[in-house]
Structure formats: C-alpha cells, structure tokens
C-alpha cells in the first residue's frame, strides 16, 4: 500500500503471519528498502486483525470491516490531509485449478509443499534454493498448463494461463535480494525473472573472467620471479670456467714466485758456507 500525508509519501508492505513469535517482522523482510513492513497475526479473529492494523499505520489511514472477511482501507476524505495513492495484493494459489490464471509450477520440497515465502518459524526461504521442485502434479497432467477452471472448463485452446506464466517470468517486475551480488541494500535490482536471470549469469560470467585474468597475471608475477630468482642463484657455466681459470693463473704465478724466493734463499745460504 501506498499513502501520502502532509506531502509525504510512504509505502508500507502488510505481511499475513500465521506464527505470532515471529512478530514483529523487520523490514528487511521484503527486498524493498524503502518500505515499512507490517506483520499482522491472522489466526486471530477479524476485529482483532482490524485493530492491530489501525495501531500499526498513521491516524489519517483507517481499516474497517465492512462486511465477511473483507478489510477496507480509507483516506481522511474531506479533511484531504492523506491519500490512499495505491492498494494491491499478491495471493499465492493453494489450487491448480479454479483460484484464477496463477498456477503453482515451482513447489517447496519432496512434499510439494506450496511457497508462499511464508515467514512463519525460521522462514520458507531459507534454504529453497535446494528444495525447489517441479509441481509433480503438472508433469503428470501438462494440460494443467492450460486448464484453470472447472466450471465452466476452460477450453483446450485457450492461451491465458500459459500467457499469464510468460508474463509473469517476462514481464512482471520483483525487487531483488543485494545478497545475490547485483545491486546493494540501498539500490536493489528490479526486473522481471527473466532479466535477473541474465544479469546473474552475466554477472558469473565476468567473476569468472575476472578470476581467469588473475590468476594469469599471478602467473606472471610467479614466472617473473622465479627467472630472476634462478638468474641470482643459478650457476653459470661460462662464468665459474672463466673464474676456475683466474684462479689457476694466479695459483701458477705464486708458485713461481714461492719457488724463485726458495732458490734464492738457497744461494745465500750456500755463500755462507
């Protein structure tokens, strides 16, 4: 829902709870940062759900019970202090058939269990990426794809659920967690599923090019290094020969100065003989 009062406008995203120890739900229960989240105990009867509604949105924003368990929401009217901008609904199908176009075609675990991201115990989301099945039910019987309702049967060769599907992958737009890499906290990434599903192979794409690169610069550095190191303490033939050879020549040239000294030495002791 959407309100503006006093020129200020303000989103809140009213969340139905069927587990009141989780209560109340953060707002980072939505990936919209820019909404206020509003959990609401519905196993309580409808006055109650009523009341708690009103004590949790501005004075100038009320909720009735007209009639059944219908919820109204109103402005101040006359006063033309706040506005109700925009109101909707997203409502998870529990059926194949006979609830509208929606049909379940990804279900939670072996049980087949409906995801509604129910925020009830630790929260259906946590973990779904492993638990994601096929809805068993429509591989057996595919013409669900196309059947939503039973009375009147929709004919075979009608397009508007599998129309809806393709709309809702194409072209419907949804808010995206920042913890999948794309966008941040601040600026999430919205688009439909079929656009994220190509931003996030793009965006592995280029982690993996990324990492590609640097581990080919770090060979590199690694091969660079290891050259000079081989070229400071490796042995260089033509370099130790040519020392050897040094050496040599001035080993024979001390020899000869030794022997020149002895015989010399000889000689002037022979004299004094």
Known sequence: MSYTIGGVTS?????????????????TATNNPNDTV???????????????????????????????????????????????????KTVTPTALTDQGLGLALFVDGNAQTTYSNSQDGIGQKLGIA????????????????????????????????????????????????????????????????????????????????NAKNAVSTDKIVKDTLQTRYDESTGVDIDTELASLLVLETAYSANARVLTTIRELMNIMLNIGR
């Open 11 to 27: 989103n809140v995203t009213i969340v139905k709870v069927q587990d009141p120890s989780v209560l109340p739900l953060p707002n």
């Open 38 to 88: 509003i959990g609401v105990d519905w196993t309580q009867p409808i006055g109650d759900i009523v009341n708690d509604l009103n004590a949790a949105l501005p004075a100038a924003v009320v909720v009735s019970n007209p009639a059944g368990s219908v919820l109204r929401f109103v402005d101040d009217g006359a006063a033309a202090t706040s506005d109700i901008n925009s109101l909707s």
């Open 130 to 209: 492993q638990r994601i099945r096929i809805n068993q039910s429509v591989v057996t019987d595919s013409s669900l794809l196309i059947t939503y309702s039973t009375s009147p049967l929709t004919d075979g060769g009608d397009a508007s659920r599998p129309l809806d599907l393709i709309e809702r992958l194409n072209g419907a737009s949804r808010t995206y967690s920042a913890s999948v890499g794309i966008g941040s906290t601040t600026a999430p990434y919205v688009g439909s599923i079929d656009n994220f599903a190509r931003r996030v192979v793009d965006f592995q794409a280029t982690q993996a090019a």
